[in-house]
């Protein structure tokens, strides 16, 4: 990833919540000779990453065990009309761009087929969501008969993706005057990048 310095996003707690609130990952491996990306909804911890994915799906048949992975996390993004800058008024020197984060967090997956292993990112997962979008009325695994359960876990592998390396990036025109990215946040309204550009230090 290109990363200027401008550019490079190194809080912990940052990376962790953009990982949070998008957490459907682009996994990127490389099989056969060629890179193939699947779209996986994923969890982080400290040190790895979580999740699941079909048993029909072959990735756990044509990855071998400790493959190296990159997982992708992309944030909130936007346009940026340079009609939003003020110092369009006074020289007209300015460009249209795109502002965004993201998140490439790099490792090595290993694939889980017991029924313990599958069960706790399945668990993680399905309680954060449910809990975001249900509160107390979240749904929750034991809510299904047991059997159906079973029978929905035995279709799945679990895996877990040790973190080697993290990069992430926050492009939130850091590179711009104060009022030129104060100017540019506003012409977003409320879109969600638009706050965390008003938050840069």
Do not use: C
């Amino acid at each position: 990833m290109y990363l200027p310095s401008d550019f490079v996003q190194t809080d912990a707690e940052h990376i962790a919540a953009l990982v949070a609130a998008a957490p459907l990952a682009n996994l990127v491996s490389h099989t056969g000779g060629m890179l193939r990306v699947d779209h996986i909804p994923l969890m982080m911890t400290k040190t790895k990453l979580v999740g699941h994915i079909a048993l029909a799906n072959d990735l756990h048949r044509v990855l071998p065990e400790g493959a190296d992975v990159l997982a992708v996390f992309q944030g909130a993004d936007a346009y940026i009309s340079p009609n939003t800058y003020p110092s369009k008024a006074q020289t007209h020197e300015v460009v249209p761009t795109w502002n965004y984060e993201v998140v490439h967090i790099h490792g090595q997956i290993m694939f889980h087929h017991g029924r313990k292993p599958k069960m706790g990112p399945v668990g993680m997962l399905t309680k954060k969501m449910e809990t975001q979008t249900n509160g107390p009325d979240a749904w929750r695994m034991s809510d299904a008969p047991p059997a159906f359960l079973d029978a929905k876990l035995d279709a799945i592998v679990g895996f877990e993706i040790l973190i080697s390396k993290v990069m992430a990036k926050s492009k939130l025109s850091q590179n711009k005057s104060v009022s030129d990215r104060i100017g540019a946040a506003d012409g977003l309204d409320d879109h969600p990048i638009a706050s965390a550009m008003k938050a840069v230090d």
